[in-house]
Structures are given as structure tokens and as C-alpha cells.
């Protein structure tokens, strides 16, 4: 069982900055992915950028320039550094891990956290 705490959402005028964090706690293994999926009303959940316990990165590519994603594997963390926010960045982000097998079963979802983002 896995545990995902999230923080740092919040409200921000357009062209501004948020970090989001993430602290991964219980049943964590070495090799694991962790990263941050954003659902809007009405529209489906989609990845926003993920890392591997190796460091290898992915992006959205409506966000790609603008965040980016790190993690501090001691601490079992992962941030993502919002910048040039956008209204259409206005979700909630939940913070994501998967670890081997690759399975339903060892994937597992924080709660969400709201980010607003104001025109």
C-alpha cells in the first residue's frame, strides 16, 4: 500500500507560479514512476508530466517549457514547478506513483489538489 500526500495547489492570476508536491509513503520500491495527471470539469484525466526513479521525464506537451518535474528519491518526493500559468492549466492535479509490476495494482492516486489559475 501506497500513500500520496499532496500540496500546494492554490489560486494565481495568469502568467504566475505554483509548485505542487507530493511525498510517497509505505510499500515504496526502488524502481517506480511518479507524476501528475490534471482533470478540468468535463474533460478526462491526462498526464501533466512524469518521472522515473531514473530520472527520465515525459511531458505534456501543452505544458512542456513551462513545468517541470523533479523528484528527491530518498524522500520518496516529486514536485512539479508550474510556471507561466495559463487559465486553461485550471484543474485538479493528482499526484500519481506506479511501481513494478506494472499493474492496477501497484498504481496508486493522491486525493487532488485544486489550481486555479485567474485571466
Known amino acids: 500500500q501506497v500513500q500520496l500526500v499532496e500540496s500546494g495547489g492554490g489560486l494565481v492570476q495568469a502568467g504566475g507560479s505554483l509548485r505542487l508536491s507530493c511525498a510517497a509513503s509505505?510499500?515504496?520500491?526502488?524502481?517506480?514512476?511518479m507524476g501528475w495527471y490534471r482533470q478540468a470539469p468535463g474533460k478526462q484525466r491526462d498526464l501533466v508530466a512524469s518521472?522515473?526513479?531514473?530520472?527520465?521525464?515525459n511531458y505534456a506537451d501543452s505544458v512542456k517549457g513551462r513545468f517541470t518535474i523533479s523528484r528527491e528519491n530518498a524522500k520518496n518526493t516529486v514536485s512539479l514547478q508550474m510556471n507561466g500559468l495559463k487559465p486553461e492549466d485550471t484543474a485538479v492535479y493528482y499526484c500519481?506513483?506506479?511501481?513494478?509490476?506494472?499493474?492496477?495494482?501497484?498504481?496508486?492516486w493522491g486525493r487532488g489538489t485544486q489550481v486555479t489559475v485567474s485571466s
Open positions: 509505505g510499500r515504496i520500491f526502488s524502481i517506480n514512476t
Open positions: 518521472i522515473t526513479s531514473g530520472g527520465r521525464v
Open positions: 500519481n506513483f506506479k511501481r513494478l509490476p506494472a499493474t492496477y495494482e501497484n498504481t496508486y
